[in-house]
């Protein structure tokens, strides 16, 4: 502890000189009071039970300033000056710019002047530049920090985090931004602008924003002659990294393509500061009519303005921004009658809905396409069912039935039966079924004991083919079926083969009852015993063979 003593002897923490770093990294110039309101929103509710607002003021600023007092010892931040009011400027040196631009994550070439000098006149310009700055962005306290202070503290912070949400953080806003007309970036010629904020915040639906401020000092005259500055900025073209022209400020800052198709130049927002002589309520009239050429836009017959090339141009009063913020319907953009929120009044709500109608109108277009679409699929799909259903119905109707007991064929029997080889059919039976079959092939097997001379083995392929019975036999007494020692049994294969079984269209118990009918119907009935006869051994005379060649040879 006497370590960090002696090196930050104010006490400060190393978030509170990061909360000093990012903000006049982005400010320049900056009191205490500002800091502390942009980067700890917090500590304003923590001391509002203090008497007197100096005493509050001292009491929420006391961090920051010990954080300033820290960094002022090690080189990096000074005093520069005082405002009107008795507050304390301070500034980066050279040394503190190149450490806030780490905390930035911005350049070092981009972090501009140290703004020193900038308080020997009261800095009321900057200053009205920051509170442009917190005006936009109205920084919520974290309630998570305030969850052991009283409850009517915490009430206060939950009224402020409930109001309308501002636009980006800190790290979104440059100040003194040079637009060069002529020369570079680092070294601007004449005739160039000089931005007081650019905002970048496309996740809040700025992607780029140009800001000017105005005390109310210069003349609508001057304020003209800074806005064509812009303009010829803006109409400025260099050659990018890809060999192709392209405006210079879009070298630097990336914008998204305008999905309309228009490329309007971008926004530039006048913030009036009453505090100098001139009335902005008059200014704002002459400088509309000096500027019209600058952001007047093409009528178009489908109801919306066409900006292309065109500049809006947007005013608002400082104290209306810090009352409403950018989300109230207080900015006025030239060529309109109304106030809107800031959003819309740098955009084209038109346009946009003129766009939605259209995209609703395809929308709806597509979904009657689809419709249809889907109304002739199930037309289709309610034909093809009929015309399958016809078909099936004619298929059936064509469908052989068999000549032996009337049954329709099935569907490979049906195919069997069709199948030629070369124009000849190749079933034996095609107009039975694969039973009827079956038994008119067992009908017509050879007698027992006859043999074929010359028998050979049927091949694999054949041998299903002249099966008895290709498939399980039913009994043409009981139409019971096979049993499978029965099927095996009156089974036989190949040419010549006779039938194993005297009945073999007969099932086992029928088989045994036609014995026994047979044995009571002709007892010692000779036939059935057939005697075995020999053969007798004929003797096959010797041909002669004829010629004349074999008398010679007799």
């Not at 009044?345 to 979904?367: F, T």
């Not at 396409?369 to 059936?396: F, H, I, S």
Request: aromatic share 6%.
């Amino acid at each position: 502890m006497a370590g960090k003593r002696k090196t930050n002897p104010a006490g400060s923490t190393n978030s509170y000189r990061a909360d000093v770093l990012r903000v006049l990294g982005a400010l320049k110039v900056a009191t205490a009071d500002q800091i502390q309101r942009i980067s700890a929103p917090h500590l304003t509710f923590r001391h509002a039970d203090k008497p007197t607002p100096s005493k509050q003021k001292q009491a929420r600023t006391a961090s920051h300033t010990g954080a300033l007092s820290d960094m002022r010892k090690h080189g990096l931040s000074e005093n520069g000056g005082s405002t009107e009011t008795g507050d304390t400027l301070r500034n980066l040196t050279l040394k503190g710019l190149e450490a806030a631009s780490y905390e930035l994550r911005r350049p070092a070439t981009e972090m501009g002047s140290t703004a020193r000098g900038a308080g020997s006149s009261g800095a009321s310009h900057p200053m009205a530049v920051n509170e442009t700055v917190i005006a936009l962005l109205r920084p919520k306290p974290d309630l998570a920090k305030l969850a052991d202070d009283p409850p009517h503290v915490q009430a206060a912070a939950q009224a402020a985090v409930d109001t309308p949400p501002g636009i980006g953080t800190i790290g979104s806003y440059w100040t003194e931004v040079p637009l060069p007309a002529t020369g570079t970036w680092n070294a601007p010629g004449k005739g160039g602008a000089q931005a007081d904020v650019v905002l970048t915040a496309p996740q809040d639906g700025v992607p780029l924003l140009f800001i000017e401020v105005d005390n109310c000092h210069e003349t609508a005259e001057e304020l003209a002659a800074k806005l064509e500055k812009y303009a010829r900025f803006f109409r400025r073209r260099v050659k990018d990294t890809d060999g192709k022209e392209r405006p210079m400020w879009c070298t630097r800052w990336t914008v998204p393509e305008h999905r309309y198709g228009e490329m309007p130049h971008p926004p530039v927002l006048l913030v009036f500061n009453h505090i100098g002589e001139r009335n902005p309520n008059r200014t704002i009239p002459r400088l509309r009519e000096l500027t019209r050429h600058l952001w007047k836009g093409e009528w178009m017959r489908e109801g919306y303005h066409s900006y292309d090339g065109k500049i809006p141009i947007v005013a608002v009063g400082l104290k209306s921004l810090r009352a409403h913020g950018p989300a109230g319907a207080v900015f006025l953009r030239f060529g309109r009658d109304r106030p809107q929120p800031l959003l819309e009044a740098i955009g084209n709500p038109r346009l946009e809905a003129v766009h939605a109608r259209e995209a609703e109108a395809a929308r709806a277009r597509q979904e009657e396409y689809q419709a249809q679409l889907r109304e002739m699929g199930r037309e289709q799909a309610a034909k093809k069912a009929v015309e399958a259903a016809r078909e099936a119905a004619q298929r059936e109707a064509r469908r052989p039935a068999c000549g032996g007991c009337g049954a329709r064929f099935t569907d490979e029997r049906w195919e069997a039966a069709e199948e030629t080889d070369w124009g000849r059919p190749v079933d034996t039976h095609p107009h039975l079924c694969d039973r009827c079959k079956a038994v008119a092939v067992a009908s017509a097997a050879p007698t027992p004991g006859r043999q074929e001379e010359h028998q050979e083995p049927l091949p694999e392929w054949a041998r299903h083919e002249f099966m008895r019975f290709p498939r399980r036999p039913h009994c043409t007494e009981c139409k019971a079926a096979f049993t499978d020692e029965r099927w095996k049994a009156v089974e036989r294969v190949g040419w010549g083969t006779g039938p194993t079984e005297a009945r073999p269209t007969l099932c086992g118990d029928c088989d045994q009852r036609q014995e026994v009918d047979w044995e009571e119907a002709w007892p010692g009935d000779p036939i059935r015993q057939v005697p075995e006869q020999e053969q007798d051994q004929v003797d096959v005379p010797k041909p002669k063979s004829g010629g004349w060649f074999s008398r010679l040879r007799s």
